[in-house]
């Protein structure tokens, strides 16, 4: 395959980086946390967006690699600006984490000397998971969760409901966090019955004290609708793109 040989080299060259989108209140724009963004810029070429070499980097288990060189990447950048000054927002660092890894036998010993390596507090770090973790094999992902969460790591679910997870999995899962997929908020003030899911997602989400962010949030319509339905944050273009850590430390607060 071409495009996993070029990516098995852009991780020896590391051409790989990290852009950071930022989540805040919906009421009032304040900062809550990031989320970190692999991005893959080969020299003297176009980008290669994610949505291109998640997959291939999913099917051939360069997603090992690739995920380790994210969490080490983002734990370094979030390092230097606590050491410059920064406070991190109370929601911390959200990383994406691939199902692959989270199967990993030492993935809770992996994130923990990651933490330890970078002198990052668990608490600063969320890990995103989506519904493939849990489908596989549900007991490991709660042994896996709770070990973590002992540590202070927190959990989002995100792309909630494009899965094949189910209600009664979501209920056992230790999570933190219900990230509402951008595909369901795309027709909320055109479709009733898009309305009517994000509507209930987010009635959900209260009902299990699960904090809710609403993603792709691109109009003030669409920011109105979550807001009234109750939700507490949000990410999308309307706020901000995805953008270099240099310009996502310039809004986080100082201590
Ligand atoms: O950045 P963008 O919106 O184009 O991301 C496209 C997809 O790639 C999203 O589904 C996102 O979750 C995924 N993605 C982005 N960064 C990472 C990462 O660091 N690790 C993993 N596993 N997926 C990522
Ligand atoms: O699957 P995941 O939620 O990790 O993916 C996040 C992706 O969503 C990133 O690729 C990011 O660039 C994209 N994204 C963030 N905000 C918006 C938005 O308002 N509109 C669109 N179309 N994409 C967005
Ligand atoms: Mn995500
Ligand atoms: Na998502």
């Known amino acids: 395959h ?6 098995r080299h852009a991780l020896e060259a590391e051409e790989l980086f990290l852009h950071y989108q930022p989540q805040v209140d919906l009421r009032d724009d304040s900062l809550i946390g990031g989320e970190a963004l692999v991005r893959w810029q080969p020299p003297g070429e176009d980008p ?3 949505g291109e070499f998640i997959p ?13 060189r994210v969490l080490d990447l983002a734990l370094g950048e979030l390092r230097g600006w ?26 809770v010993q992996r994130v923990e000397a990651a933490l330890q ?19 596989r094999d549900l007991g490991d992902t709660i042994a896996k969760m709770h070990a973590l969460r002992e540590l202070g790591v927190t959990f989002a679910m995100d792309d909630f409901g ?22 369901f908020i795309r027709g909320v003030n055109e479709q009733p019955r898009s309305a009517a899911l994000v509507g209930s997602i987010l009635d959900m989400a209260r ?10 949030v691109e109009t003030a319509a669409e920011h109105a609708f979550v807001a009234d339905r109750g939700c507490e944050a ?7 793109r995805p953008m270099v850590g240099e310009e996502f430390a310039r809004r986080l607060p100082t201590r």
């Open 56 to 68: 291939v980097a999913e099917e051939s288990g360069l997603v090992l690699p690739l995920g380790e």
């Open 2 to 7: 071409c495009l996993e040989s070029r990516l």
């Open 48 to 50: 290669i967006s994610p």
């Open 117 to 135: 390596r970078h002198g990052v507090p668990a608490r600063a770090l969320t890990l995103e998971i989506t519904e493939g973790a849990v489908v």
């Open 162 to 183: 494009t899965g094949y997870s189910s209600l009664s999995q979501l209920r056992q899962l230790p999570l933190d966090t219900l990230k509402v997929d951008r595909a």
């Open 234 to 240: 949000y990410q999308g273009f309307l706020h901000a």
């Open 82 to 107: 606590l050491d410059a000054g920064c406070a991190c927002p109370h929601h911390g660092i959200a990383v994406n984490v691939s199902p692959h890894q989270f199967r990993l036998a030492d993935f």
């Open 207 to 216: 009902n299990m004290e699960l904090y809710a962010i609403a993603e792709g």
